[in-house]
């Protein structure tokens, strides 16, 4: 049994674990919202978006290619060229209506093949292991302070890409613990009257408990037994309720796991198509709860590092570079695929066995720091991803 209210709370920053999802919320300046899909695990790019339309696709992914769109076994098509998984078929009236847009054969500066490397990498926005902090929370701290206050995360940690300089604060109950009674919290605020930290933390927790259960209301209550599979689209709801409502948080992290596809990842059936239909199942729900501010949101979904361009003796893909990343929301300059697309003859692959990087996400990064949340192009530069002039921000990602 999954109760949204205890897995979601309204603040500075709020952090939820369940069903192999992870979620933090993030107050900011902003009238925009931002929500940041982390995929952990190395998503596969190569199955996300196939690539039908190049000449060597069939024989170098082999029993993991799709047959071209119309056909039995076919892929969607985007452009002529790339195609669109049929597992993430609920998001083709997102690409219709230009409120989707796919980057291909990108990558972060990271070449290696290590998880923890990579989404280190993804997180901090550096090109080597010389930043401690998230380029999220530096974004938020550069931003001006309009007074909101502070609140406590909920869960055991924060992910990397909200640490940093902007405070945020942490508490770890134990799901077993009955919820407080009114006369325990009464008890508690006057205790902690005098002192400025606990008293703040108090009153900040209790009115975003407030907040968040006037948000969820009536769609509140309880999700009772949840597949596995439908925990990212409930959380995706729940965040999306959250962000929506004026007195909400501006910025979510939402991160999902099981992207390390090494056996049985399938073609049409499989671990892969299961967690690509649960993906675009939650983008289409946070996209429906985010209706009144949807036009102002940015969503964007990326993944530490791609796959190999064949599959292995498993039905399976190793851990490889290039990969698919989707930028999605009602201010996003969408319907196209954006691609330096290096091709997949043998002579082109990185390191004779990837796809090779063209893209580099902090590009898309930039863009969502200067447009929703309004930093000036020497702030982002400068403070949020430093030494990484060679990525300029993709200046025409989202329209003005």
Request: overall charge negative.
């Amino acid at each position: 049994m999954l109760t949204r209210r205890r897995v979601l709370v309204l603040g500075a920053t709020g952090f939820a674990y369940a069903g192999g999802i992870r979620l933090a919320l993030a107050s900011a300046p902003t009238d925009s919202r931002v929500v940041v899909v982390v995929l952990r695990g190395a998503m596969d790019g190569l199955a996300a978006v196939p690539p039908y339309g190049d000449k060597d696709y069939v024989s170098q992914r082999g029993t993991l290619a799709f047959d071209e769109p119309g056909k039995p076994g076919g892929c969607l098509d985007l452009d002529g060229h790339f195609g669109l998984n049929p597992a993430l078929a609920s998001l083709m009236p997102l690409w219709q209506s230009g409120e989707l847009a796919v980057l291909h054969a990108a990558a972060t500066p990271y070449r290696a093949r290590s998880h923890f490397d990579g989404q280190d990498m993804l997180e901090t926005g550096g090109a080597a292991h010389a930043l401690a902090n998230g380029w999220l929370n530096r974004a938020i701290a550069a931003m001006p302070d309009d007074g909101r206050s502070l609140a406590l995360s909920v869960g055991p940690s924060v992910p990397l890409i909200l640490r940093g300089s902007a405070e945020v604060g942490s508490w770890s109950p134990e799901q077993v613990l009955p919820a407080a009674s009114q006369d325990l919290l009464d008890r508690l605020a006057e205790l902690y009257r005098d002192d400025p930290l606990f008293s703040k933390a108090l009153a900040d927790g209790l009115q975003a408990q407030q907040v968040s259960d006037e948000v969820m209301g009536a769609s509140g209550g309880t999700v009772k037994s949840l597949k596995q599979a439908d925990y990212l689209p409930a959380a995706a709801k729940g965040v999306g309720e959250l962000l929506a409502d004026p007195r909400g948080p501006r910025v979510a992290v939402l991160e999902a796991f099981g992207w390390d596809t090494h056996q049985g990842q399938g073609l049409m059936t499989g671990r892969l198509p299961t967690a690509l239909k649960s993906l675009a199942d939650s983008l289409v729900a946070l996209r429906q709860a985010m209706q009144p501010v949807w036009a102002r949101t940015t969503v964007v979904v990326a993944t530490e590092f791609g796959r190999t361009v064949a599959p292995n003796g498993t039905n399976g893909t190793d851990h490889g570079t290039g990969t698919a990343a989707f930028v999605l929301g009602g201010n996003v300059a969408g319907k196209r695929v954006i691609a330096n697309w290096p091709g997949l003859s043998s002579d082109w692959l990185y390191q004779a066995r990837d796809l090779a990087p063209t893209t580099d996400l902090r590009m898309v990064f930039k863009a969502v720091c200067q447009r929703p949340l309004g930093l000036d192009e020497m702030t982002v530069e400068n403070k949020i991803f430093p030494d990484s002039r060679a990525a300029p921000a993709m200046s025409d990602l989202l329209r003005a």
